[in-house]
């Protein structure tokens, strides 16, 4: 793997690692509340969509690796060109039920 490429992995797994950390204890209605942690967690979603934007560009194999990676960046695009769209229930699904299996998967690889 190619050093970059492991650089962009391992910022997503940081900011996956923020995400979680910013959310810890909070309820849904609490995050739905919270305006402020909003902000923070979109701006490391961004991150995270934009690291595996780069490795797309680096290495498809190792994205292909990535299960829902389209999606992930197609998350990271709504985020940053449609923000007037963007749910924060949506949102809150995604960090409890997709987040971890993402991380996990970043985190598998960095280790090869």
């Known amino acids: 793997m190619q050093h ?3 650089k ?3 910022d997503i797994v940081q900011a996956a690692n923020d995400i979680q950390e910013f959310t810890h204890g909070l309820t849904s209605a609490e995050y739905i509340e919270d305006v402020k942690t909003q902000a ?3 701006r490391k979603f961004e991150i995270i969509g ?3 934007n780069r490795v797309r560009r680096l290495d498809r194999g190792l994205l292909a690796a990535i299960p829902l990676h389209e999606r992930i960046i197609g998350f990271r695009n709504v985020i940053s060109h449609g923000y007037d769209v963007v749910a924060p229930e949506i ?3 995604i960090i409890q039920n997709h987040l971890p299996a993402l991380k996990r998967v970043v985190e598998d690889l960095l280790d090869r």
Do not use: I, Q, S
Request: glycine fraction near 0%.
């Open 8 to 10: 962009y992995l391992f």
């Open 40 to 42: 923070a967690v979109e």
């Open 4 to 6: 970059e490429a492991r």
């Open 50 to 52: 934009e690291a595996l």
């Open 91 to 93: 949102v809150w699904d």
